[in-house]
């Protein structure tokens, strides 16, 4: 495999890279190519699993480095969302479940955690396990959200706290 183009000092943007919010870049040049991975450009799309409607574009890239007279994206620029681009390769199934839910096929679940009065709860580590074992973990934000689990298919989810971190984080004190 070869290395990236770097570009100004950073790393360019292919389809399959991450942002910060979560997100996954899922469509590219048509044209030009980083080991047969579209690069992505000003205006291809990214998913946002924390901002609504989760569909956004590149807002940012090298205006004097142009893939058909497009900005090419390079990490750290940012989506329409506020994001920023990471030039880390995602799994294959990572960009197909994503790439489901932007065309309104895949799936998209997140759980809000609230108290008995219905204030959020914020800053809490918890552990999603899906019905085929696997563990998502996380803390949810400010509104006592969680990340959102994305798939292209329905998927059984449990909700707990993260038991591991909480023991984790008060051993190291």
């Not at 992505?40 to 574009?57: A, L, M, Q, Y």
């Not at 799994?91 to 679940?109: K, R």
């Not at 989810?157 to 984080?169: A, F, G, Y």
């Amino acid at each position: 495999m070869n290395m990236r183009t770097n570009i100004n000092g950073k790393s360019q943007i292919v389809v399959g890279d991450l942002t910060t919010h979560g997100g996954v870049v899922i469509s590219g040049s048509p044209f030009h190519t980083w080991n047969d991975i579209p690069i992505v450009r000003v205006g291809d799309i990214v998913t946002c699993p924390k901002c609504s409607p989760h569909i956004f574009e590149v807002a940012q890239g090298v205006a004097s480095f142009t893939d058909n007279e497009l900005p090419v994206a390079t990490e750290d620029h940012l989506t329409t969302c506020g994001a920023k681009l990471i030039a880390r390769a995602a799994p294959a199934s990572l960009v197909i479940a994503h790439t489901a839910f932007a065309s309104g096929s895949g799936y998209d679940e997140q759980f809000i955690l609230h108290d008995l009065d219905g204030n959020p709860i914020p800053d809490t580590p918890y552990k999603i396990t899906t019905a085929d074992g696997e563990v998502i973990r996380g803390i949810t934000d400010i509104n006592g959200r969680t990340d959102r689990v994305i798939s292209t298919e329905a998927l059984g989810l449990s909700i707990e706290p993260d038991m591991d971190h909480v023991l984790t984080s008060h051993s190291e004190d």
